[in-house]
C-alpha cells in the first residue's frame, strides 16, 4: 500500500525553465509533508517543508504547494540548474509535534537539468 | 548544524557474519533516530524508530532479532545486522530527529552493505 507516490519516475528541463516535481498521498492523516533531494550514494537533504495549515510555502527557487483536497502536492524549482539534478523525495509524516514522527516516503523522481 | 554521520560508509562481508553500523548525530542531540533501507531505484523503507534509553519499534515485516538496535546516548544509534545473507545487501541510512528546535529530521551520509 503506496501511501506516497510519484508518479513521474523521472524529468528533464532545460537550465533556467521550471521544474515541477509532483506527488499524491492517501492517507488524510498525513498533516505535514517534506520535499527531499537526494544524490546517489548520499543520503536525503531536507529541502523544503508545509504543514497543512498552509497551501504554498516558499524558500528561494523552491516553492511547494499543497492542495489538501486533492491530496496533491508538488514542488516548483524556477530557475532549474543542473546542480539541482537528482532524485527527489516526497515525504509526509502524520503529526507536526516534535517528538520524532514516523516519515513516509514517495519513489522519487530523478529530476535532469540540461544545460 | 544539523550533521549526521554514518560509519562504516561501505562494507564487504561474508555470509553469516554481523556487521555494525553507527549513527551519530554530531552537533545536536537526537532522542530518536530512525534507521532505512534503500534498495536500487526504489524509495526509502523504514526499518525502526530507534528511542534513546528504550527499545526500537520496528516496521512491519522486519525482524527485531536480524537487524539489532541500540540507542545508546542522545548522539549515537547503532544497527547490526546479524548473521547477513547476501539479501540484506542494500544502502543503509539513518535519519535523527533534533525534536524541539524543527520538524524535519536530518539524514545520514548513508551505509552500503554487500554481503558475499
Known amino acids: 500500500d503506496q501511501q506516497v507516490k510519484q508518479n513521474s519516475p523521472s524529468l528533464s528541463v532545460q537550465e533556467g525553465r521550471i521544474s515541477i516535481l509532483n506527488c499524491d498521498y492517501t492517507?488524510?492523516?498525513?498533516?505535514?509533508f517534506l520535499w527531499y533531494k537526494k544524490y546517489p550514494a548520499e543520503g536525503p537533504t531536507f529541502l523544503i517543508s508545509?504543514?497543512?495549515?498552509?497551501d504554498k510555502n516558499e524558500d528561494g527557487r523552491f516553492t511547494v504547494f499543497l492542495n489538501k483536497s486533492a491530496k496533491h502536492l508538488s514542488l516548483h524549482i524556477v530557475p532549474s540548474q543542473p546542480g539541482d539534478s537528482a532524485v527527489y523525495f516526497c515525504?509526509?509524516?502524520?503529526?507536526?509535534?516534535?517528538?520524532?514522527?514516523?516519515?513516509?516516503f514517495g519513489e522519487g523522481t530523478q529530476l535532469t537539468v540540461n544545460p | 548544524g544539523a550533521v549526521v554521520s554514518q560509519h562504516p560508509s561501505w562494507v564487504i562481508c561474508k555470509s553469516g557474519t554481523s556487521v555494525k553500523i553507527e549513527c551519530r548525530s554530531l552537533?545536536?542531540?537526537?532522542?530518536?533516530m530512525f534507521w532505512y533501507r534503500q534498495f536500487p531505484k526504489q524509495s526509502l523503507m523504514l526499518m525502526a524508530t530507534?528511542?534513546?534509553?528504550?527499545?526500537?519499534?520496528?516496521e512491519q515485516g522486519v525482524e527485531k532479532d536480524k537487524f539489532l538496535i541500540n540507542h545508546a546516548s542522545l548522539t549515537l544509534s547503532t544497527l547490526t545486522v546479524t548473521s547477513a545473507h547476501p539479501e540484506d545487501s542494500s544502502f543503509y541510512i539513518c535519519?535523527?530527529?533534533?525534536?524541539?528546535?524543527?520538524?524535519?529530521?536530518?539524514f545520514g551520509p548513508g551505509t552500503r552493505l554487500t554481503v558475499t
Open positions: 535519519s535523527a530527529f533534533p525534536g524541539q528546535r524543527s520538524y524535519e529530521q536530518y
Open positions: 492517507n488524510s492523516m498525513f498533516d505535514y
Open positions: 508545509i504543514s497543512s495549515i498552509k
Open positions: 515525504a509526509a509524516s502524520p503529526r507536526r509535534e516534535t517528538s520524532g514522527s514516523r516519515l513516509t
Open positions: 552537533d545536536f542531540q537526537a532522542t530518536t
Open positions: 530507534s528511542n534513546e534509553g528504550s527499545k526500537a519499534t520496528y
